[in-house]
């Protein structure tokens, strides 16, 4: 055997060593269970791409746009916990509206209906998010604000005060 094939496979023994010891110490498990949205969000961008490098049609946005949309919403699923979905749930409907809105701003022929269509589906998916976002703690904050606000005018009200 000559030096190169000894160096070749020395290499590749010790790299299927580590790969092993890698493996059985559960590296590749947690990549796995943290990183998975990433098989949403390669062929996103690779669909994108590939319409931008004038390689694909228009049509290719829509479903690029609902991936990468998807992605980052299992990303903070896989960070944030998966209760998180329970507020950020409306955000599914936001991909939708993304793809649709890319297709229709980087069309050449305008489609009757598709910028109104993704208007008002994301529209509704902000209008939902917001709804499920005041329901958690962030109705407090609201509550606090008026309650100042309230107190303010109430003891303000005699006062002449210019702007109000």
């Given at each position: 055997?000559?030096?190169?094939?000894?160096?070749?496979?020395?290499?590749?023994?010790l790299?299927?060593?580590?790969?092993?010891?890698?493996?059985?110490?559960?590296?590749?498990?947690?990549?796995?269970?943290?990183?998975?949205?990433?098989?949403?969000?390669?062929?996103?961008?690779?669909?994108?791409?590939?319409?931008?490098?004038?390689?694909?049609?228009?049509?290719?946005?829509?479903?690029?746009?609902?991936?990468?949309?998807?992605?980052i919403?299992?990303?903070?699923?896989?960070f944030g916990?998966?209760q998180?979905?329970k507020?950020?749930?409306?955000?599914?409907?936001?991909?939708?509206?993304?793809?649709?809105?890319?297709y229709?701003?980087?069309?050449?022929q305008r489609?009757?209906?598709?910028?109104?269509?993704?208007?008002?589906?994301?529209?509704?998916?902000l209008?939902?998010?917001?709804?499920?976002?005041?329901?958690?703690?962030?109705?407090?904050?609201?509550?606090?604000?008026?309650?100042?606000?309230?107190?303010?005018?109430?003891?303000?009200?005699?006062?002449?005060?210019?702007?109000w």
């Amino acid at each position: 055997m000559s030096d190169n094939n000894k160096l070749t496979t020395g290499i590749v023994i010790l790299a299927a060593g580590i790969i092993i010891l890698l493996g059985k110490l559960g590296v590749f498990s947690f990549l796995g269970k943290a990183l998975w949205p990433l098989l949403l969000l390669i062929p996103g961008i690779l669909l994108h791409l590939w319409y931008f490098w004038r390689r694909g049609p228009v049509e290719l946005l829509v479903p690029g746009g609902i991936l990468v949309v998807y992605s980052i919403i299992f990303f903070i699923g896989n960070f944030g916990g998966w209760q998180t979905l329970k507020y950020t749930w409306p955000a599914f409907l936001l991909g939708i509206a993304v793809g649709l809105f890319e297709y229709d701003y980087c069309s050449s022929q305008r489609q009757q209906g598709v910028l109104l269509a993704a208007l008002i589906v994301g529209i509704l998916s902000l209008v939902l998010l917001g709804w499920t976002l005041f329901t958690w703690s962030v109705i407090y904050i609201l509550a606090i604000i008026l309650i100042i606000a309230g107190i303010v005018m109430i003891f303000t009200r005699g006062k002449t005060r210019r702007g109000w």
